[in-house]
């Protein structure tokens, strides 16, 4: 006789989307260290992971708003004005370290007040994330910054500088950061209980609340989490070009982001993926950026290329994974 | 008792009167300058940047604000911040209100163009700013876009041309393509080149205006073409991401880095004084700013009998920066702007 565990187990799936995106890689990476010469060399491979580390890292964080059955569109805000404002007031003469704190601490205070119009004001997280978006980047641009683009100056010459655009034994330190940071967002979301938490109230926030989990200060954790994430892709990104455009917060970069995560398999119902998904994801786009770089492909051409595979990977997702009545059912967005 | 109080509050209006310009106070006519600003006073001036907030539309608005203030002119700015949406909302809605001047600073060659020639059909005199539109307008202040072009590719061609001993190999990084800076810098670079046949252009991307992207772009043709001899840049503010890539290759100096821009310290001579950048085609927005005070003074003073119909071009003289002519003053800071004028 069966154990009921059994009866009630789920039929696995055959292969999973995280599988297949990573076949696609694989098969892309194939190709382009076929036909190019200089593709298949250490420098580049670590040039082709440090173009999409801050991606990686902001892909990261989305993936914990996603996993906990939330989305963070203000990310690339919090992440542009926090560091710009570092940059500004080291360039208007204030010591690194306290200028780093008040960054720091505006980019958790942003990420504070997500948390709580989320779990306490009960707005659904994409409207309050996204005109946070909005809200933070018009008043810190208004009020706190004198011009969109801030040079890095003052703090140049300093360690700081070296976060981004220094190496450790020939990695260079974005790569490096993606994968602490990769590292850390695995361990807190399956080692600690509140990672397991999030998992809980992404797959099912009623069963989660009754079960004592406390979902309010969780979901709280979760933005200030993700806005602290935010503030360190900022840096890595401050430090490599030299400057803070806080412009890039009203790009497409956000989208980007929620691609990258998507794409490597985390589901957008929540409870679902983990950080491996995000770096698969990511490999993904590095590998066709970089390889197309250097075949020179037209800019255009490229983003059709770009999309034409990553909707490639989605319809032989659904081809092999047919939705059921139980994996279609979608989350708060 | 009647007629003494009018007399008295005929004499306060006009103490009042005499009060409020002061500055003119006691100049003689000269047959032109009490006519001349008259004509400006109490008119009304709109300006519709690409965003406010960067170097080259605040030394513009800076110049206008003064101007403004001294002729008693009405300035709005209405800033769209970068979307293209919300800045042909703001054009309709400024044509609605029937400003005496227009000034627009269009983010691309077509996004504008049937607005402008709307307010010119509606009697609006338009001056466009820097971005060169397919409608004119009424004046064009800005770069020749195509003349730019030929000179950061004729410093490419000295550094890395014949008799340099450099492998003649190069790398364009454009901005948005739908932007004149790229479409005419495109041809004339290709244009060019075709008299110069060792050199040869290996890599030719678009970053978006963004130096984050221009920055991973850069990495990569590094890595790929390690004898590269140098770029040709579009905007010194994303050109500062292919300088970091430069640089964290090691290889800054050897590398030239032909940039373009407005030409304020921080982004052009500091960047030239420390080797980011080898040379720096400047506009100089600051002269720009200067333009645009003349071209709406101009405007306002003689409006034309039929907007549009004969545009004036006002190209901007471009200023080389190397590191041999990067003299103080090649440069301009916008806090200088703001507290002595353009």
Not at chain 1, 176 to 189: C, D, P, S, T
Not at chain 1, 248 to 266: E, F, M, Q, W
Not at chain 2, 93 to 114: G, K
Not at chain 2, 295 to 312: C, D, T, W, Y
Request: proline share 4%; with cysteine; hydrophobic share 50%.
């Amino acid at each position: 006789m069966n154990a009921p565990a059994d009866i009630v187990r789920r039929k696995p799936r055959a292969i999973s989307q995280e599988a297949i995106v990573f076949a696609l890689t694989a098969i892309i990476f194939a190709i382009f260290a076929l036909l190019l010469p200089s593709f298949l060399t250490g420098g580049n491979l670590l040039a082709l992971v440090q173009n999409v580390s801050i991606l990686g890292v902001l892909g990261v964080a989305m993936a914990m708003a996603i996993i906990g059955r939330g989305i963070d569109l203000s990310i690339v805000a919090t992440m542009a004005v926090s560091v710009a404002w570092v940059l500004q007031l080291t360039n208007h003469g204030m010591a690194l370290e306290p200028a780093i704190l008040l960054g720091f601490g505006l980019a958790l205070a942003i990420g504070l007040v997500n948390g709580i119009l989320v779990a306490y004001v009960e707005i659904p997280a994409i409207f309050a994330t996204l005109a946070m978006g909005t809200a933070a980047y018009g008043c810190v641009r208004s009020l706190l910054l004198e011009d969109n683009l801030v040079y890095l100056k003052a703090a140049g010459d300093t360690w700081f500088k070296w976060i981004g655009s220094g190496a450790v034994l020939g990695v260079p330190n974005p790569v490096l950061l993606f994968a602490a940071v990769a590292l850390v967002g695995e361990v807190l979301l399956r080692v600690t209980t509140q990672g397991r938490f999030l998992y809980a109230m992404g797959d099912n926030p009623s069963a989660a609340r009754i079960t004592g989990v406390p979902m309010r200060p969780l979901i709280v954790l979760q933005y200030v989490s993700c806005a602290a994430i935010a503030f360190v892709a900022g840096v890595i990104m401050a430090t490599s070009v030299d400057s803070m455009e806080t412009r890039v917060a009203r790009s497409n970069l956000v989208y980007d982001v929620i691609l990258v995560v998507v794409i490597g398999g985390v589901g957008l119902s929540g409870g679902k993926g983990t950080v491996r998904n995000v770096v698969v994801g990511t490999l993904l786009i590095g590998v066709l950026l970089n390889g197309m770089t250097i075949m020179n492909v037209p800019y255009t051409l490229q983003n059709i290329v770009k999309s034409l595979v990553l909707l490639a990977a989605i319809v032989i997702d659904s081809l092999v994974n047919p939705r059921d009545e139980q994996t279609s059912q979608q989350g708060d967005i | 008792m009647n007629k003494a109080l009018t007399l008295l509050a005929g004499a306060l209006a006009l103490a009042a009167a005499m009060g409020s310009t002061p500055s003119r106070a006691g100049q003689p006519d000269d047959g032109l300058v009490n006519e001349s600003a008259a004509a400006m006073k109490g008119k009304k001036v709109a300006f519709v940047p690409i965003a406010m907030g960067f170097d080259l539309t605040e030394a513009w608005a800076a110049g206008l604000k003064l101007d403004a203030q001294a002729f008693g002119y009405d300035l709005a700015i209405r800033d769209p911040n970068w979307s293209v949406d919300a800045g042909a909302q703001a054009i309709s809605q400024l044509i609605a209100e029937n400003p005496d001047v227009l000034v627009i600073h269009p983010p691309e060659i077509q996004a504008y163009t049937r607005l402008i020639q709307q307010a010119n059909a509606q009697g609006i005199p338009v001056v466009t700013m820097n971005l060169k539109a397919d409608a004119n307008g009424d004046m064009v202040i800005g770069a020749n876009w195509y003349d730019l072009a030929v000179r950061q590719t004729n410093a490419m061609v000295k550094l890395c041309g014949a008799g340099s001993g450099k492998s003649g190999k190069i790398a364009v990084m454009q901005g948005v393509l739908t932007n004149p800076t790229s479409q005419y810098g495109i041809q004339a670079i290709e244009a060019t080149l075709k008299d110069h046949p060792e050199i040869k252009i290996v890599s030719n991307q678009a970053a978006d205006w963004d130096a984050s992207k221009a920055h991973a772009i850069a990495g990569t043709v590094l890595k790929a073409n390690p004898d590269l001899c140098g770029f040709i840049g579009m905007w010194d503010n994303m050109d500062v991401g292919i300088a970091a890539a430069i640089k964290e290759a090691g290889r800054t100096g050897q590398v030239y880095l032909v940039s373009s821009g407005g030409g304020n310290q921080a982004s052009a001579c500091d960047n030239i004084a420390n080797g980011n950048f080898t040379t720096y085609i400047s506009y100089d927005a600051k002269g720009q700013a200067r333009d645009l005070m003349m071209a709406v003074r101009s405007l306002l003073q003689s409006k034309p009998a039929q907007p549009g119909e004969h545009p004036v071009a006002l190209y901007t003289p471009l200023k080389t920066i190397d590191k041999d002519s990067n003299y103080p003053g090649a440069c301009w800071t916008l806090d200088d702007v703001r507290k002595y004028g353009p």
